[in-house]
């Protein structure tokens, strides 16, 4: 009976001093001062619109974090909604552990395409079909168009335009997106294909880097139209091109339907 008891009395006093210990610990971490959060920005390819330098400063200027301030004061969801709440931005984590240390991950949208207005302004849209605002600081290396747009940076997904009628009929962008995607995941033309230019007539002209040539593409209507004319096309450069010359042709013509036309300068 007594070892019983003399059991009972350990495992109190074992339990009090871990709550004692758990309490100084808590007392102890709310008095330290945070450090400079441990950062990881992630993005698909070179094209990164924001560094880790470049994050924290906005962080600071939004006063959610200040050097030295109480790790108690640290507000890691409120950082979280603001970082989230950044165009440029796919995903984002921010946490903290015990002590002073505090990580925040982020994960940044893939630019594919950089669009110029018909007034020069300028925006971009991701792989995954939405638009962003020009980026001050850098200037990522992606397929450019230019010519007759004249749509406005409104943050409509191409996917929403593509299944609107209304908005399908008056819009391009969703041609663009095609286009880009297309040349963006595709090995041969991601090295070929520099600059599009959409005409007045709706017809896509793009200019590859290699050659003085244009290629004449039309219309990007459908996936599949898309797909069949790179699909040509890419016959054209790696059957015809090797033996006549990359300066033989002024146009390539792959407008029409299972066709390619080469027109000789």
Request: aromatic share 10%; with cysteine.
């Amino acid at each position: 009976m007594m070892k019983k008891w003399i059991k009972i009395v350990l495992w109190v006093l074992l339990v009090a001093a871990t709550l004692a210990v758990l309490i100084i610990a808590n007392y102890t971490n709310q008095a330290k001062k945070s450090r400079v959060p441990f950062m990881s920005i992630h993005v698909e390819g070179e094209n990164a619109f924001i560094t880790e330098a470049e994050l924290l400063k906005r962080v600071e200027d939004k006063h959610l974090f200040t050097p030295n301030q109480s790790v108690e004061s640290l507000n890691v969801r409120n950082i979280e909604r603001f970082i989230e709440a950044m165009e440029e931005v796919k995903s984002v984590k921010v946490y903290k552990n015990i002590g002073a240390a505090w990580f925040i991950e982020v994960e940044l949208r893939k630019p594919i395409a950089r669009i110029f207005k018909t007034n020069n302004k300028s925006y971009y849209i991701d792989d995954e079909g939405n638009t962003l605002g020009r980026s001050n600081l850098h200037t990522a290396r992606v397929l450019v168009f230019s010519g007759y747009i004249n749509e406005n940076l409104d943050r409509v997904k191409v996917a929403e335009i593509i299944n609107n009628d209304s908005l399908k009929s008056i819009r391009k962008i969703d041609d663009i997106y095609r286009i880009s995607d297309y040349v963006c995941n595709d090995p041969l033309l991601h090295v070929l294909i520099g600059q599009v230019y959409l005409e007045k007539s709706g017809d896509f002209i793009l200019t590859p880097l290699v050659g003085d040539q244009i290629i004449v593409f039309g219309s990007a209507n459908t996936d599949e139209e898309v797909k069949d004319k790179f699909d040509r096309l890419k016959i054209f450069y790696k059957e015809a091109m090797p033996y006549v010359g990359w300066d033989k042709y002024k146009e390539i013509i792959v407008k029409y339907e299972g066709q390619i036309v080469g027109r000789k300068k």
